[in-house]
């Protein structure tokens, strides 16, 4: 029903500021009708959930990242959006969108971001 595609720089210098975007096919439905979702997965590690955005436009980050991102949305382009300021190479992961409609939850495939001098 719903498909998420991510798109973004693959290889990275450190100090970086990078933008991760998600662009969803979702029919005649807005995405602003349902929660959004970043997250990933670094090296030999678990997923890493970043933040989200909910369909009143409240923003959601982790305690770890929240001073380096704003997640941000485009309704009219189904897009909603992953900006990474002052990237490291701790960054490095593949990073997912996710869209959460009616408990049901929709991937994308992933973009990895390798962060390297």
């Known amino acids: 029903q719903f498909q998420l595609q991510e798109s973004g720089p693959g290889l990275l210098k450190p100090s970086h500021t990078p933008s991760l975007t998600c662009t969803v096919s979702i029919g005649s439905i807005s995405i602003s009708s349902n929660y959004l979702a970043w997250f990933r997965q670094p090296p030999g590690t678990g997923l890493e959930w970043i933040g989200g955005i909910d369909y009143t436009g409240s923003t959601y980050y982790s305690q770890y990242l929240k001073s380096r991102t704003s997640i941000s949305r485009d309704p009219s382009e189904n897009q909603f959006t992953l900006p990474l300021s002052s990237v490291t190479p701790e960054d490095t992961a593949v990073y997912y969108c996710?869209?959460?409609?009616?408990?049901?939850?929709?991937w994308g495939q992933g973009n990895q971001v390798t962060v390297s001098s």
């Open positions: 996710r869209l959460r409609n009616d408990g049901n939850d929709y």
